[in-house]
């Protein structure tokens, strides 16, 4: 199966390049927050923007960069108020995807 970032790399060599380099290589090590800060605070973010695709790979991220189930159950319900019902709707259909595949 051919994963989201060999696509990018086919597609958009530079914006690969930059995923890994910039995003991934600078900002996701920056000291100033945890990588499980930045997890929740990007499981929100994409929640929130309804962006299914990248909230599948980074709800992954954060079960391995130490948020459980739960607080990411939270973030979702939390979501719903400020972000709008629908999407946190999609969030929980997204992380059951990806509870369901690990």
């Known amino acids: 199966m051919t ?5 990018m ?13 910039v995003v991934f ?7 100033e927050l945890s990588k499980r800060d930045r997890s929740l ?4 973010v994409l929640t929130a923007l309804y962006r299914t695709e990248q ?5 992954g991220r954060a079960l391995d ?14 979501m719903a108020f400020y972000a ?3 999407t946190a709707a999609n969030a929980v259909r997204v992380a ?3 509870y369901a595949e690990r």
């Not at 605070?41 to 929100?44: E, K, Q, S, Y």
């Open 9 to 21: 790399a086919e597609v958009a060599p530079k914006l690969a390049e930059l995923t890994s380099d």
């Open 41 to 44: 605070i990007t499981v929100a």
């Open 65 to 78: 960069n130490g948020v459980t189930r739960e607080e990411i159950a939270e973030v979702i319900v939390h």
């Open 84 to 86: 709008g019902w629908p």
């Open 55 to 59: 909230l599948r790979g980074h709800i």
């Open 3 to 7: 994963t989201s970032r060999e696509i």
């Open 25 to 31: 290589g600078d900002v996701w090590e920056r000291s």
């Open 96 to 98: 059951q995807e990806v």
